[in-house]
Nanobody
């Protein structure tokens, strides 16, 4: 089994920055793909970014140009640096992990964290 714990969320003014972290424990050899998703109020969960082990970053449209994903395989941790935040970025941000599958597809992910709340004020 794999456990995922997110941290780093909070309240920030529009234009500000936050850095989210997700730490994996357990059978982390199974976490070939680690990704970030988010779910805002009244919205469906959407893909933000992914980072396969021994691969490179892959971004959804919402992340391009403002967000950066990084992966530390030694620490079994991924990060999401979010810059120039907007009110529409307000959401619960989830960390997810999978052994294989299509990176932006929800059903590809076997393991999920509890989420960390990001709130961006005007």
């Amino acid at each position: 089994q794999v456990q995922l714990v997110e941290s780093g969320g909070g309240l920030v003014q529009a234009g500000g920055s936050l850095r989210l972290s997700c730490s994996a424990s357990g059978r982390t050899s199974s976490t070939y793909i680690m990704s970030w998703f988010r779910q805002g109020p009244g919205k469906e969960r959407e893909f933000v970014a992914a980072f396969p082990r021994n691969g490179g970053p892959y971004y959804g449209d919402v992340a391009k140009g403002r967000f950066t994903i990084a992966r530390d395989n030694v620490k079994d941790t991924i990060y999401l640096q979010m810059n120039r935040l907007k009110p529409e970025d307000t959401a619960l941000y989830y960390c997810a992990a999978s052994e294989d599958g299509l990176l932006p597809v929800l059903s590809s992910y076997k393991y999920w964290g509890q989420g960390t709340q990001v709130t961006v004020s005007s």
